[in-house]
């Protein structure tokens, strides 16, 4: 969602922005040669998302800065920083195309572990979960998190399963879980539960809810924050977030309604079928 994201955040061709999840660095680099008198810092937890950017340090001048760190403690790392302002905000939630591909990190159904872990620092892994919360512990991550139905059920067979000896393999799990629920359609019948499990192995919507919080007192006036998500709890935060602040004479809302990718991108790249992308402007200092 490139050309989108240049039409929802940029509104100061000579700003200071944030790139909350650098990943790839594809948003940075895009934006960095689209806009040659802005500057990006770049945040993100993945160590290996750190090592990517050393690949793209050098080629833009001093223009990129990257801080190892996750975007929910943006306020104080800018602090540190000596910045109190920025031009704008970009997020691009959940795991990264690079994350997911990597099966030695347990993101997909077929990876040969469950680790799930965005910054392998965290010492919560989600084979960690599987073999040891009980089973109601596990039908409210699933359900909350993964708004899947079948939560209980899918709990039981995994407490059931376990009576046999440790779960180890992202396949495993989606055997245990397809053994309760039928594919609907084309999607996995693991789908949410590998979704709640990854966001609160995570916290990713703790940390959201934080950087939707402290984002207003960190835009200048004119400034804008856009935010991509890729399903509806993610999506239903920012949307409440911004309506709130709009509300209050804080933000007036750029996205009228969620921004999606074409049809030519999403046959690029499938992943982004589900991506939702809403904008907002700080309209006072």
């Known amino acids: 969602m490139l050309s989108q994201v240049c039409t929802c955040l940029i509104n100061d061709e000579n700003g200071l922005y944030v790139d909350c999840t650098f990943g790839g660095g594809g948003h940075s680099s895009f934006l960095l040669e689209k806009f040659p008198n802005i500057k990006i810092i770049a945040f993100d937890w993945d160590g290996e998302a750190q090592n990517r950017f050393k690949e793209k340090e050098n080629i833009f001048s001093g223009r990129l800065l990257f801080i190892r760190d996750n975007f929910k403690n943006i306020k104080s790392a800018l602090s540190n920083a000596g910045i109190d302002k920025v031009s704008g905000i970009l997020a691009d939630i959940g795991v990264s195309s690079k994350q997911f591909d990597d099966e030695s990190r347990g993101f997909s159904f077929n990876s040969s572990v469950l680790d799930m872990r965005m910054d392998l620092r965290n010492p919560l892994t989600a084979i960690e979960i599987v073999n040891s919360y009980p089973c109601e512990e596990l039908a409210d991550i699933f359900y909350k998190y993964g708004e899947e139905y079948r939560s209980r059920q899918i709990a039981s067979a995994i407490v059931e399963r376990r009576k046999r000896g440790i779960i180890n393999t992202a396949r495993e799990l989606q055997d245990i ?43 200048k006036e004119g400034a804008r924050i856009a935010v991509i998500s890729f399903h509806s709890l993610e999506d239903r935060m920012v949307k409440n977030n911004f309506r709130q602040n709009a509300s209050d004479g804080v933000y007036e809302i750029i996205t009228k309604k969620a921004v999606t990718a074409d049809n030519e991108e999403v046959k690029q790249n499938p992943r982004a079928r589900s991506a939702k992308m809403r904008a907002a402007e700080k309209i006072y200092a």
């Open 177 to 219: 879980v397809r053994g309760v629920k039928r594919p609907e359609g084309k999607i996995n019948p693991a789908t949410k539960v590998f979704q709640a499990l990854r966001i609160f192995v995570n916290s990713e919507l703790e940390n959201l809810e934080t950087l939707l919080s402290d984002a207003p007192s960190l835009l």
